[in-house]
């Protein structure tokens, strides 16, 4: 095998427990990134790469791989996250098939849950490949341990090939993508990549450079609260004013009734009383102008239902998150062009699609510095179904390596 560590060096990670935590103010927002981090820090510094650093004010671990050449070529960069999603993610037991036979369902542990045809149809794709699956008990943390574990063993690759001709080359691991803030600090500047690319993706071929433009929608209401009795044109039911606003978007603009281009409401959480109800949204939009109308639509509604129950019972605060990547990539499409023709070279089909989320690349690409997402080969994301063929995260990482061949060929 071309990367003899790839395997092991998964495994290894996917068993540390990273999990990020929405409700912590911390950077990163727990402090078992913290101690992956460093021992990833380590790791790095033991296989040979340089500069290692772990930025404390970003949670960031960044390292360096020098030139080997003497012409000046760009320096590429590759990050991904080293957190996992919300589920379950203590004593992580990744179960390894080999020689999968394409057809049968695989059984997750002692879990009583399996993997079949009937809900996961992307496993007939994989007959040969050895698959790495949970054990039904917790998810895998292929998204994104596959990323990490791909960017090392190529630079592990580099360094133990020097006849292997690159220039200069930057990685970076980060914290807490998956609760959207992991990226808010990443340093540019210190990281000094002409170009850059997330290893964040799914299945093999994934090549996104366009992404949603989002925002947050809290809605608070105040009501009247009087007895039930006596309530006759007095009350203000904070719950019923609540449901006028939701029933007041379009409805077939919901995540459940949305697909491909087309953006959404979603409502996240509804609570409250009589005296006063909560709620929280996520708008999204590939259009930027869309999601501009869409949070018009919201304070038009908010309008609407003050002049009816009353000035201030509703009111609306809304918070920009991050903006679809296209908007920076369209000015450098070479970028996207490089990963496409990398795997084209491979004879991988690149399946470019825009990306119904974000990835930290939108973040990343707004600050100055163009980083589309290449895929990493996890399927079935963020729970116990997930899993990964150690043949695709082969191929991602010979992906990464045609990048920087084909880096050198490029002019400065
Ligand atoms: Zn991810």
């Known amino acids: 095998m071309k990367y003899t560590n790839l395997k092991d060096r998964f495994i290894k990670y996917v068993k540390v427990n990273t999990r990020s935590d929405e409700k912590s103010n911390t950077t990163p927002t727990t402090k ?33 791989l020098p030139s080997n050449i003497d012409q000046k070529v760009p320096v590429v960069g590759f990050i991904s996250h080293v957190d996992t999603a919300d589920f379950n993610s203590e004593n992580i037991n990744p179960q390894i098939i080999e020689n ?11 879990s009583g849950f399996k993997l079949d045809l009937k809900n996961s149809p992307n496993l007939s794709k994989y007959e040969g490949n050895t698959l790495i699956t949970t054990d039904g008990t917790t998810l895998l943390g292929s998204d994104d341990k596959s990323g990490v574990a791909e960017i090392v063993s190529v630079m592990e690759y580099l360094i133990n090939h020097s006849e292997f001709k690159h220039g200069k080359i930057r990685v970076a691991f980060g914290p807490d ?7 808010d600090k990443f340093d540019v500047k210190d990281f000094g990549a002409d170009f850059a690319y997330t290893v964040d993706g799914g299945p093999l071929g994934e090549l996104e450079w366009e992404t949603f433009n989002a925002a947050s929608l809290e809605i608070k209401v105040q009501g009247y609260n009087i007895h039930p009795s006596v309530a006759y044109g007095k009350m203000i039911n904070a719950l019923q004013v609540a449901i006028d606003f939701h029933n007041s978007l379009p409805q077939d603009e919901f995540p459940e ?23 929280s949204y996520i708008i999204r939009d590939f259009e930027r102008d869309g999601l501009e109308e869409r949070k018009e639509l919201v ?17 609306a605060e809304m918070h920009d998150q991050y903006y679809n990547m296209a908007e ?3 000015d450098h499409m070479d970028v996207v062009e490089l990963a496409k023709k990398a795997m084209e070279d491979l004879g991988i089909k690149p399946n470019i699609a825009p990306v119904r989320g974000g990835t930290d690349g939108s973040k990343i690409s707004f600050m100055g510095l163009p980083t589309p997402n290449l895929f990493a080969g996890g399927e079935n994301m963020h729970g116990r179904y997930e899993f990964v063929s150690l043949e695709v995260m082969e191929k991602a990482a010979d992906v990464l390596l045609q990048i920087i061949k084909l880096t050198t060929e490029k002019e400065i």
Do not use: C, W
């Open 32 to 64: 078992s990134q913290v101690h992956f981090l460093h021992d990833l820090a380590d790791e790095l510094k033991s296989i040979g790469l340089e500069d290692v650093k772990y930025n404390k004010q970003n949670a960031y671990v960044t390292a360096t």
């Open 100 to 110: 999968y036979d394409g057809k049968s369902d695989i059984p997750l542990g002692q």
């Open 177 to 183: 993508e998956e609760i959207g803030v992991g990226a």
């Open 257 to 279: 009734n949305t697909k491909d281009r087309e953006g959404f409401f979603h409502l996240l959480s509804l609570d409250g009383s009589v005296d006063q109800a909560r709620m």
């Open 299 to 315: 304070n038009k509604i908010v309008e609407r239902l003050n002049k009816q129950y009353g000035e201030k019972r509703v009111q």
């Open 328 to 330: 920076v990539m369209k």
